[in-house]
């Protein structure tokens, strides 16, 4: 309803609307809470089988041996039988080389 006169509050309306005000506030807020309590509830119920995967993952990789820890010196030696296993035609060419012209 529309007044078209400009009239003035008493007092207690003045308070009557204060109060009316905070409590819609108070049941914004709370609608608010509500939804994001329930965005969470949604959340965890979708992360909880994952989590537990997660966690039947973790047990048993502990009750499995861990696995070798690769030693430094397996990597050269790899290398060097890779290195002379190779057809190298310079270092050849180079070898005879210093041979024929000494």
């Given at each position: 309803m529309i007044d078209k006169i400009p009239r003035e509050l008493r007092s207690e309306q003045?308070?009557?609307?204060?109060?009316?005000?905070?409590?819609?506030?108070?049941?914004?807020?709370?609608?608010?809470?509500?939804?994001?309590?329930?965005?969470?509830?949604?959340?965890?119920?979708?992360?909880?089988?994952?989590l537990e995967k997660a966690r039947a993952d973790l047990a048993s990789s502990r009750r499995q041996p861990a696995p070798r820890k690769a030693n430094p010196a397996d990597g050269l030696r790899s290398k060097a039988k890779k290195k002379h296993s190779e057809p190298q035609p310079l270092y050849s060419t180079a070898k005879w080389s210093f041979c024929l012209f000494p």
């Open positions: 003045k308070q009557a609307l204060r109060i009316l005000a905070r409590h819609v506030v108070s049941q914004f807020e709370l609608r608010r809470r509500s939804r994001e309590l329930s965005d969470i509830r949604r959340e965890s119920t979708r992360l909880k089988p994952e």
